[in-house]
Nanobody
Framework: QVQLVESGGGLVQPGGSLRLSCAAS????????MGWYRQGPGKEREWVAL???????TYADSVKGRFTISRDSASNTLYLQMNSLKPGDTAVYYC????????WGQGTQVTVSS
C-alpha cells in the first residue's frame, strides 16, 4: 500500500520560511528518487525539486537558491525547507516518487500573503 502524507504547510508572509515534511511508505522511499510538486490556484501541478536515492538534489529554476530538499532514510521522511517565500509560491504541495507514481497524498497548503 502506497502512503504519502504531507504536512507543515500554513500561512506565511512574503520573505518567510516553512518546512514541509512527507512521510512515505518504505516501498517507495527506499528505492526511488523522491520529489516535491505543487499546484497553484488555476494551474497544473508542477515539479519543484527532486532528490536521488543517493541524496543528490535538483531544483526547478523558480525555487533554486530558496528551497532545499532533503531525505531521512531512517524514518522514510522527505523534507522541503522553503525560505524567502513569495506570493507565487502559494500552492498545494505534494510529495511523490520521481517520476511520480499514480497515487498522490492529500497535499499540504502553503499560502504566502501579507
Amino acid at each position: 500500500q502506497v502512503q504519502l502524507v504531507e504536512s507543515g504547510g500554513g500561512l506565511v508572509q512574503p520573505g518567510g520560511s516553512l518546512r514541509l515534511s512527507c512521510a512515505a511508505s518504505g516501498s517507495i522511499f527506499s528505492f526511488n528518487a523522491m520529489g516535491w510538486y505543487r499546484q497553484g490556484p488555476g494551474k497544473e501541478r508542477e515539479w519543484v525539486a527532486l532528490i536521488t536515492s543517493g541524496s543528490s538534489p535538483t531544483y526547478a529554476d523558480s525555487v533554486k537558491g530558496r528551497f532545499t530538499i532533503s531525505r531521512d532514510s531512517a524514518s522514510n521522511t522527505l523534507y522541503l525547507q522553503m525560505n524567502s517565500l513569495k506570493p507565487g509560491d502559494t500552492a498545494v504541495y505534494y510529495c511523490n516518487a520521481f517520476p511520480p507514481l499514480g497515487h498522490w497524498g492529500q497535499g499540504t497548503q502553503v499560502t504566502v500573503s501579507s
